[in-house]
Structure formats: structure tokens, C-alpha cells
């Protein structure tokens, strides 16, 4: 009789990954939990956010104007030090893409390039 559900320690014997019965006790990797942000779950707190991300007032243009640049990058811009499309402009792109995972100096150099002309309009 076959008990797949059994955890391994209760089984009699292991199957081998070719099928074989082995009756010596296999290691059993310990199984990590998962690494998760919770979501928030007021919208206050995801409006507080957003505001401070797309900061328009007196004029200003917020990174999230920027083409290329949504929600995401634009926290993880924050993060690393950039918070306007001036700094954007004036931070090098190698700087910036060694410190946000994900991003390449090309990438910065677009957003930089579409910064501009998004200032220039």
C-alpha cells in the first residue's frame, strides 16, 4: 500500500529519485518560511504614501512623472538618496544603479533623459 502523504520520517522506506526502495533514513531539507511584505491595510496609510511620491504642488514635477519611473522606483529612488527629478538629473548613473537592485546605468541615464525633457516642456 503506497503513503504518499506520509512525512518522511514516518514512512518505511524512501523511494530514490529513480524509484528505488531505500530503507536508510534520507536527509530531509529543513523547509524556510517565506519572505513576504505584508499588504497595508488602511487606506490612509497608502494614501500618505502615495502623496509623498507624487509631491505635484507649487509646480514640481514628482519622480513618477518621470517616463519609466512608477510607484516602486520611484520609493526605491527615495530610498537610495534621489527624491526629485533635480537630483535624478544631477546624481550619476552608475551611483544610482549600483545602489537599487534591478537597475542598470542605461536605465538611469533614460530616466535622467526623459527627466530632462519632462522639465524642459
Known amino acids: 500500500m ?3 502523504d506520509l512525512p518522511p520520517e514516518e514512512a518505511e522506506f524512501y523511494m530514490t529519485s529513480v524509484g ?3 530503507t536508510e533514513k534520507g536527509n530531509v531539507p529543513e523547509a524556510q518560511g517565506l519572505d513576504f511584505e505584508v499588504e497595508t491595510l488602511y487606506e490612509e496609510e497608502i494614501n500618505a504614501e502615495e502623496s509623498k ?3 505635484n504642488s507649487n509646480g514640481k ?3 513618477i512623472d518621470v517616463k519609466g519611473i512608477g510607484a516602486g522606483t520611484a520609493k526605491n529612488l527615495i530610498k537610495v538618496g534621489v527624491g526629485s527629478v533635480k537630483e535624478l538629473i544631477s546624481s550619476g548613473p552608475e551611483q544610482v544603479a ?3 537592485c534591478g537597475v542598470s546605468s542605461k536605465m538611469v541615464f533614460e530616466w535622467q533623459t ?3 525633457t519632462l522639465l524642459s516642456a
Open 53 to 55: 511620491i507624487s509631491d
Open 98 to 100: 549600483t545602489k537599487i
Open 2 to 4: 503506497d503513503a504518499p
Open 61 to 63: 514635477h514628482s519622480l
Open 114 to 116: 526623459n527627466a530632462k
Open 20 to 22: 528505488i526502495a531505500d
